[in-house]
């Protein structure tokens, strides 16, 4: 059964669920503005980036599904294996996969939930089907159910670099971040030319303070895909965490070239240019990244906090 689509994520929106798939996609606003990234489906590839330590701990995915614990229910969400009013049980599982589909991009999670433990009934060892039911798992709140179901997805085809991946976001909503790790580095290594995979990868890295680590992978990202503003945004940012502000300069003026009407490109280098002091061209960034998205949270929080003393973790908002 063909994959629908997969999980996205970048440094500087909200993580959003998704469907498994074969094709790269990017989320959209309703205005048409790209989502960009932070925080979107064991080998290392990046071995040259890897130390010893970092290898050994990673643990094995067989051993972090025996202790996935038992979350509680959402209790807007039931999961009685119980098809919607409108539908027939007898229709194909292929039809009603794809109503699940509909579901899930409608935020009607509850009918997506009930459709696929329906159909799931049928076809218990199908991995798409069950790293759907995932998503729309997590999509309503219940995390530790949809890693569950993530895990039998991957136990049952362990070759799928999107359920690998969907794996890995399930396990960093969660919180578990090495596990997270453990699951990208097998996307990456089942699916060596994603960047999508390697920048997912570098937000984990990123996220339990391996910074060089993160660099070096979402260069790789870059690599596979230069023309991807949202990696190139989360190397700027990578690269201002690591306080190389005139890099993340250099990285941030060519991604509002590549795409300038990318709100959180322009954020982002106003950011860089309120650490360096220059708070004329930070003014001007976030002001144009307004211009762009008059809803853009982070830009009106880094506007506000103009004329205040520059600090890191202070109001500064990148996102």
């Not at 991807?228 to 502000?245: A, E, K, Q, S, V």
């Amino acid at each position: 059964m063909k994959h629908f689509f997969k999980i996205t994520l970048s440094f500087f929106a909200l993580l959003s669920f998704g469907c498994a798939t074969t094709n790269s996609s990017t989320v959209k606003k309703d205005n048409g503005q790209k989502e960009a990234a932070v925080p979107r489906k064991m080998t290392s590839l990046i071995k040259d980036s890897d130390s010893e330590k970092d290898k050994s701990d990673i643990p094995d995915l067989k051993e972090l599904s025996a202790t996935t614990k038992k979350g509680g229910l959402n209790p807007l969400c039931n999961t009685d294996p119980v098809l919607p009013g409108n539908l027939d049980k007898d229709l194909p599982i292929e039809e009603l996969h794809l109503k699940a589909i509909e579901y899930i991009y409608n935020q009607n999670t509850q009918g997506a939930i009930s459709i696929l433990a329906f159909i799931i009934q049928k076809a218990p060892e199908d991995s798409v089907l069950r790293s759907d039911y995932g998503t729309a798992l997590l999509q309503c709140g219940m995390i530790n159910e949809g890693i569950k179901e993530f895990e039998q997805a991957f136990e049952l085809n362990p070759d799928d670099a999107d359920i690998a991946a969907n794996l890995g976001q399930a396990y960093q909503i969660g919180g578990r971040m090495h596990a997270s790790e453990a699951a990208y580095r097998k996307a990456v290594e089942l699916a060596p030319k994603d960047g999508d995979k390697y920048n997912n990868l570098a937000i984990v890295l990123l996220a339990i303070g391996e910074l060089d680590n993160a660099e070096q992978t979402v260069r790789k990202a870059i690599l596979l895909n230069p023309e991807n503003t949202d990696f190139l945004i989360n190397l700027g940012y990578i690269l201002t965490r690591l306080n190389r502000l005139e890099d993340a300069r250099i990285i941030l003026e060519r991604a509002v070239k590549k795409e300038p009407k990318n709100a959180n490109a322009h954020n982002m280098l106003g950011f860089v240019y309120a650490a360096q002091k220059k708070d004329d061209l930070a003014t001007d960034c976030f002001k144009k990244a307004l211009e762009i998205d008059p809803d853009h949270a982070g830009a009106k929080e880094n506007l506000k906090a103009m004329g205040q003393p520059f600090d890191m973790e202070g109001p500064w908002n990148n996102k």
